[in-house]
Structures are given as C-alpha cells and as structure tokens.
Nanobody
C-alpha cells in the first residue's frame, strides 16, 4: 500500500489549496479514505472521510462548509479542496486508509501553512 500526498504549501488567510493523495498497491475503489491533520504540539485529528464509492462524506466541525473531500476511483486519487483557509488550519495533512482487520496505512504528509 502506498499513499502519496501532494498540493500543500503556503497560502494567505482566506485562500484555497487542493490536496491530492495518489494511492497504489490496493483496490482503491473498495476502501474508505480519510484526511487527517496534525498541528505542532497537537494530536492528529480527523478532518474528512469519504466512502468507497464517494456517496457519503463526513467532516470535522471545524472545517464544515470550507473543505470538500472527493475521489476519482478511475485515477486512484482522493482530494481535499480547502477554501477560506485560516491560520488554525496550518498543519501537516495526511492521507489515510484502513482495513477491516485493523491495519492502518498513512502517507508521508504534506505541509499546509496559512499565514500572511
């Protein structure tokens, strides 16, 4: 299993970024996918998740209405569109998936910094 995030960077408050996570080594279309983030000195938190077919999504309260998770099962890729970014969104963002057997798989993370 390999998860490779991209799309992070430095953005001003109110700006937008789109993160991508390219997946390989498993049957992507049958797995739920998640985005987590971890800010300095804080625990890793779940930001958004999407069902295997993309019909169901869930979001942390702190990002509802600003972030959108989506996926393209033809390209084995999951996305996180982040709008109206705030300084408190600054964190390393991780792509994640898991099996019914309790195995967890993580990407290497991509840094998002929101600052003027």
């Amino acid at each position: 299993v390999r998860l490779a995030e991209s799309g992070g960077g430095l953005v001003q408050p109110g700006g937008s970024l789109r993160l991508s996570c390219a997946a390989s080594g498993f049957t992507f279309s049958t797995y739920r996918m998640r985005w987590y983030r971890q800010a300095p000195g804080k625990e890793r938190e779940l930001v958004a998740e999407i069902s295997s077919a993309g019909r169901s999504t869930n979001y942390a309260e702190s990002v509802k209405g600003r972030f959108t998770i989506s996926r393209d099962n033809t390209k084995n890729t999951v996305f996180l569109q982040m709008n109206s970014l705030k300084p408190e969104d600054t964190a390393v963002y991780y792509c994640h998936t898991f099996t019914i057997y309790g195995e967890n798989f993580w990407g290497q993370g991509t840094q998002v910094t929101v600052s003027s």
